[in-house]
């Protein structure tokens, strides 16, 4: 594996945040287009099927890794070929156990949850598509330890296209809850030729105690995180899916969905650079530490506004779209979901900074106290709020971002002020303009698209006038990065 000076690794990462970004705005819009047509096909009901099977294959699937493909791409040193045969021997171990085991328990979770034949078929094809997605991992990995992110971006357009393409043929055709079995499946046979034709690797088994010793002192706390992320998350909606009417699961999957895809926008690509490229840099504490804030700022810059916008305009946007009208019971749940999600825009690069830097422990104790916080307060809010406490929950927790902020302060210097006060003030200017011209343009779909066009106008032009130093400091970096 090669060695990238603070330089090259510069110049990767904006070369990568390019890739990723052209990447997820295409998926996104793919995703979109899908997602609107499927929420007017599909009942609330097939989509609360989907949203608990794919809670509860995503928590069985903690159980077949141990951390050990973030240790490679944390680890200071070159990974070597016994690093590969070992991230590979052992996962694959795990995965198939996994496999076999949920394949068994399909017919008892779907007759725990009522979910019939088809809900069943699409268990065991969730099964099926992630042991795909495990022999994915080594090629991806050495893609994502060079910073390579121009090709690894292949193999997840061809998946979205293919998921899309699939689902949404399939349930125009009448295949209901079938539609998202079949897809899943052609989307990880898709994926898995894709990744690798791009980055072949040659798979061998065996293990090397010494390779798995050094990783799993990474890995396991790391995975102990994931597994507390499931249960704040996934097992929560596995518990849902019991104690609530499926409908109501939809409008949670529905509102959770739709608050957090500015985030996925965004946040998945600033995580998929910035923990190998932080990792990279943790000898480098100053340089470690500016990254942060442009990362943070990066981040909420296209957060805040889309999540203000989303927050204003979706009651217009459901009155106007055709067979829409059925999810106005999720925009309670839609607001505080966003809020989640403009707060987490700010605690997630800074956890991430945490395990690039392998403070693995301090983020596990994070996660911990939210995992606590999540399953004390549900419950309770559920009962004075119904299926929107969940959403409340949620929020108030996110709040937590304060105490994120002071913990890495005390191992990084980063100005989080720089970072977040010049989108915040811009979103709420831009907010209130779209707020007030809303209620004269918002009558028909274009008029909601000039909204949007004119609040776009307004955030850019309120940015750049009290953030227009920072900005330009940020473009003439990259202009240097590229020319390198």
């Not at 392998?358 to 299926?387: D, N, R, S």
């Not at 940020?474 to 590229?482: A, R």
């Amino acid at each position: 594996m090669e060695e990238l000076d603070i330089a090259r690794i510069t110049k990767k990462s904006i070369h990568g945040i390019f890739a990723l970004t052209t990447r997820t705005f295409f998926i996104q819009v793919v995703t979109f287009v899908a997602n609107l047509i499927l929420t007017i096909i599909l009942a609330p009901s097939v989509f609360g099927v989907f949203f608990v099977v794919s809670a509860a294959i995503a928590f069985l699937s903690y159980f077949s890794d141990i951390g050990l493909a973030a240790a490679l791409i944390q680890k200071k040193e070159n990974i070597t070929e016994e690093d590969l045969k070992t991230t590979f021997t052992i996962q694959q171990i795990l995965v198939l156990a996994v496999v076999i085991i949920a394949l068994a328990l399909s017919n008892l979770v779907g007759a725990f949850y009522n979910l019939g034949s088809d809900g069943v078929f699409l268990f065991q094809a969730l099964a099926i598509s992630f042991f795909l997605s495990s022999l994915k991992t080594i090629p991806s990995i050495i893609l994502e330890r060079n910073l390579s992110f121009e090709k690894l971006v292949i193999p997840q357009i061809v998946e979205t296209l293919v998921f899309n393409i699939v689902v949404v043929t399939l349930a125009i055709k009448g295949f209901g809850v079938t539609s998202f079995a079949y897809a899943v499946l052609a989307r990880g046979l898709a994926g898995l030729l894709t990744i690798y034709l791009i980055s072949p690797w040659k798979a061998a088994l065996g293990i090397s105690k010494s390779s798995a010793h050094k990783l799993l002192s990474f890995g396991i706390p790391f995975q102990l995180n994931s597994f507390l992320a499931l249960v704040k998350d996934d097992l929560l909606i596995v518990y849902l899916g019991k104690v609530l009417p499926l409908a109501q699961i939809g409008y949670i999957g529905f509102a959770q969905k739709w608050a957090l895809m500015p985030l996925r926008l965004i946040m998945d690509n600033v995580i998929r650079i910035t923990f190998p490229s932080f990792s990279r840099l943790q000898d480098e504490k100053d340089i470690l530490g500016k990254a942060i804030e442009k990362s943070i700022f990066a981040a909420c810059f296209i957060i805040f506004p889309a999540l203000t916008g989303l927050v204003i305009l979706s009651p217009y946007f459901i009155n106007l779209i055709p067979k829409y009208i059925k999810w106005e019971p999720a925009l309670m749940s839609l607001f505080f979901f966003s809020i989640n999600a403009a707060l987490s825009s700010i605690s997630t690069p800074l956890t991430n900074a945490l395990n690039a830097t392998g403070k693995i422990k301090v983020t596990l104790y994070l996660m911990v106290f939210w995992t606590i916080a999540t399953w004390v307060l549900t419950p309770i809010l559920i009962v004075m709020y119904g299926f929107n406490g969940v959403a409340i929950a949620s929020a108030i927790i996110s709040l937590s971002v304060i105490l994120v902020i002071l913990i890495v302060k005390r191992y990084l210097r980063f100005n989080i002020v720089n970072a977040t006060f010049y989108p915040f003030v811009s979103s709420v200017i831009m907010g209130v303009t779209v707020y007030f011209i809303a209620m004269f343009l918002a009558t028909s779909l274009p008029g909601i698209f000039l909204a949007i066009a004119i609040g776009a106008m307004v955030y850019f032009l309120t940015t750049y006038i009290l953030a227009k130093d920072q900005i330009k400091s940020d473009i003439l970096l990259i202009k240097q990065s590229i020319k390198r």
